[in-house]
């Protein structure tokens, strides 16, 4: 028997992160939360009280030239003080326009947040796309 774990996924943001989860087997992304960026670490602990994790989705911001920006590396030293605290692999995935995207989406039917939805929007472009996975 398979037995299920969970994929997160995060947008992080310096006062608000967004959250997503996802079936290791089913593998479609869907919204979780919004919280305090300052809760996340907690939170995620929290989510591995209850859940098998298999890994986490950090969405990577950087300039539409594919250059690392301010943020960029904030996230990076972000993720860096995360892996200290929370056991288990981490993985980038390119976070271009997914706040754009977001916002079109709650514009129609959404009962989530951007943020949130922005999370999930990563996690499914990191399913969607097993080739060119990178480890934070």
């Known amino acids: 028997m398979i037995e299920a774990s969970e994929i997160l996924g995060l947008d992080i943001g310096v006062k608000h992160t967004g959250i997503a989860r996802a079936s290791s087997i089913a593998r479609l992304a869907q919204p979780l939360q919004t919280v305090s960026t300052d809760d996340t670490i907690n939170t995620i602990q929290a989510f591995l009280g ?4 298999e890994a986490i989705v950090v969405g990577l911001p950087r ?5 690392d920006t301010e943020q960029t590396a904030w996230i990076r030293g972000w993720v860096d ?3 200290a605290k929370i056991s288990t692999t981490f993985y980038w995935q390119d976070e271009a326009l997914t706040s754009k995207q977001a916002e079109l989406i709650n514009k129609k039917h959404s009962i989530y947040d951007d943020h949130a939805i922005s999370a999930a929007i990563i996690l499914q472009n990191f399913l ?3 080739t060119d996975r990178t480890l934070a």
């Open 128 to 130: 969607d796309s097993e």
């Open 81 to 83: 003080d995360a892996k």
């Open 63 to 67: 300039n539409l030239k594919g250059q």
């Open 50 to 53: 209850e859940h098998k994790l």
